[in-house]
């Protein structure tokens, strides 16, 4: 074959159509249930904003956004995460002039061009929810439960927040001078990207998988005892707050996420992953982010899940979608006057919102029975010559294996009375 898809970018066959319908019309359900309303950014936004809004030492900026010049001499990047795009959209269109918090959401692909692996994509779909303009954790609470709720309504067990706090500018700085003295004279055991993150992101020292760097992480200062007291007091509601809910978690000082905005909260939830990745979604607060990006101080929260990774965990967890239904009618017909008739009663069934499906081309009856099968059809509707001259037509429900001439004024209300 001349053309293949483009490494680790994918085609999303029939077959998985039933997950992504199921996993949206519950994202769709639950968002409504909270009150957050669906914006939509575009996919193509000003590389500067990624870089002002991310932070330019990140491994996103560094090496993973899909950036370019475009014909107009823009230097123009495909999305590698919503959130900045997120804030460009509520200060632009005047969204920060709203009651507060504004509560939004969507749904849509993002680009990075990193190593493939199991529900890592370069191309891949996420869901995304943000809050802005409340420092209360209660709004943490609130965030972190639209995640958990998708999880459990789909069917996952086992479910654990993973819960740390990452201090504020007036008390991360302190904490991470202590990490890079800590560090220093470890320099020469540890990973090459972490010699680098040494002095450009010290934060994300912690968030290292590689097994040379575990023992240096493992005996590292950890930072919620290093917290000033706004954000000690902020930490220790939001735990106050999730014990009320009753929902499990774990104060994991080693969680940072790779993102430069994040301030005080930041959490995953974890379930039955695939293979050692157990995180099914991740984010949190971002309260100096607006600030960054032009506007007034503005505290915000929020958190993105890729869709691909919830599939995969479905699938290998054996949870169902909901099947989408298959057209309920088959029509089959004889020649080309019943071809005519079975053409405008194909069209009276779907008036009617019944799915039918025509037969093309000229088959056998016993192709034509074959496919309906395929088809999951309920119902063959049979057109020949002899219908023609009695004006009805032959109804074989094929679940019973029984068959009926209908007149044909009276097919459509006969069919809707059986698939009531």
């Not at 504004?102 to 809050?131: D, M, S």
């Not at 505290?299 to 949870?319: A, C, K, T």
Request: glycine content about 8%; overall charge neutral; charged content about 25%.
């Amino acid at each position: 074959m001349q053309y293949k898809s483009i490494t680790g970018v994918r085609d999303i066959l029939p077959d998985e159509q039933p997950y992504w319908r199921t996993i949206e019309k519950k994202i769709y359900e639950i968002t409504q249930l909270y009150g957050y309303l669906r914006v939509d950014p575009p996919i193509l936004e000003k590389t500067a904003l990624f870089v002002r809004g991310v932070g330019d030492a990140t491994d996103i900026v560094e090496k993973e956004m899909y950036s370019f010049i475009d014909k107009g001499e823009n230097d123009v990047t495909m999305r590698p995460e919503f959130t900045a795009g997120f804030m460009r959209l509520y200060l632009e269109n005047g969204l920060h002039k709203l009651p507060k918090p504004i509560k939004l959401f969507t749904i849509g692909p993002i680009f990075r061009y990193e190593r493939p692996a199991a529900g890592r994509f370069r191309q891949h779909t996420q869901f995304n929810v943000e809050a802005v303009g409340e420092s209360d954790p209660a709004l943490d609470l609130e965030v972190m439960s639209i995640a958990w709720q998708l999880y459990a309504e789909l069917g996952f067990s086992g479910l654990l927040f993973q819960l740390n706090s990452t201090g504020c500018p007036v008390c991360r700085p302190d904490y991470v001078d202590k990490l890079r003295d800590y560090y220093r004279p470890h320099v020469d055991s540890i990973c090459d990207d972490c010699r680098r993150r040494l002095e450009r992101n010290a934060l994300r020292l912690l968030d290292c998988k590689k097994e040379q760097c575990q023992p240096i992480i493992a005996r590292a200062p950890i930072i919620s005892d290093h917290l000033c007291r706004e954000c000690d007091d902020h930490f220790t509601l939001l735990q106050s707050y999730l014990d009320l809910t009753g929902r499990p978690y774990e104060v994991n000082p080693r969680l940072v996420r790779g993102l430069d905005y994040y301030t005080k909260t930041v959490f995953e939830v974890w379930a039955q992953g695939i293979g050692a990745q157990k995180a099914m979604c991740g984010g949190g607060r971002y309260d100096g982010l607006i600030e960054q990006l032009g506007g007034e101080p503005t505290p915000g929260i929020g958190f993105g899940s890729g869709i691909e990774r919830i599939i995969m965990s479905m699938q290998e967890q054996g949870l169902a979608p909901e099947p989408i239904a298959a057209p309920s009618v088959f029509l089959a017909h004889f020649g080309e006057d019943a071809r005519r008739s079975a053409i405008q009663l194909t069209f009276s069934l779907r008036a009617h919102k019944i799915g039918a499906l025509l037969s093309f081309g000229s088959k056998s009856i016993k192709t034509m029975m074959r496919n309906a099968d395929r088809q999951n059809a309920r119902f063959a509707i049979l057109i020949g010559e002899d219908e023609l001259r009695q004006n009805a037509v032959a109804v074989k429900d094929l679940r019973e294996s029984t068959q009926i001439t209908v007149p044909m004024a009276d097919v459509v209300a006969f069919l809707a009375d059986r698939l009531a």
